[in-house]
């Protein structure tokens, strides 16, 4: 179980990500899939970090698959961490 990413909002577009937080987070919910033998959901969420991660700028993203991905995680942590 890795360490959940912070969230980088972008400043100017609140409802947007920066692009090198959801690279982080893609990248992040591709190791918990494989962990979970869901390859393709990880296969997926790989291509797209590593996708985010090779942009040579800055700027933001706005993915509402992403964002419910991070609500979920987020507070599946959430509830594991208060049980213990």
Same mark, same amino acid.
């Given at each position: 179980?890795? /360490?959940?990413?912070p969230v980088e909002r972008d400043? =100017? $577009?609140? %409802?947007? =990500? @920066? =692009? &090198?937080?959801?690279?982080? +987070? !893609?990248?992040?919910?591709?190791?918990?899939?494989? $962990?979970?033998? &869901?390859?393709?959901?990880? /296969?997926? !969420? *790989?291509? *797209?970090? &590593?996708?985010? %991660?090779?942009m040579p700028m800055k700027g933001?993203?706005?993915?509402?698959?992403?964002? @419910?991905?991070?609500? =979920? +995680? @987020?507070?599946k942590r959430g509830k594991s %961490? &208060?049980?213990?």
């Amino acid at each position: 179980m890795g /360490k959940l990413p912070p969230v980088e909002r972008d400043p =100017i $577009m609140p %409802n947007g =990500i @920066t =692009i &090198e937080c959801a690279a982080k +987070w !893609h990248l992040f919910l591709a190791e918990e899939y494989e $962990m979970l033998d &869901e390859s393709d959901k990880a /296969k997926a !969420h *790989r291509q *797209r970090g &590593e996708s985010l %991660n090779a942009m040579p700028m800055k700027g933001s993203v706005s993915d509402a698959e992403l964002e @419910t991905e991070i609500a =979920i +995680w @987020t507070a599946k942590r959430g509830k594991s %961490n &208060e049980s213990k």
